[in-house]
């Protein structure tokens, strides 16, 4: 989280990303979770978690 720029903190958990992807009739493809919550730096893709959706 950062401090000086709080609108940029947010935070779903991955059966809201779920049910959304439903509602809206999109399947989600591949969840990738970023090494900001202790994965491996070089298991993950990025710093921030990534999520694809497909239509």
Do not use: P
């Not at 720029?5 to 991955?14: F, G, I, L, M």
């Amino acid at each position: 989280m950062d401090d000086k720029v709080k609108s940029a903190n947010v935070a779903y958990e991955q059966s809201y990303l779920e049910a959304f992807a439903n509602k809206i009739d999109l399947k989600i493809k591949a969840f990738h979770f970023g090494f900001w919550s202790h994965q491996q730096k070089k298991e993950a893709l990025d710093f921030q978690d990534i999520v694809v959706f497909e239509k």
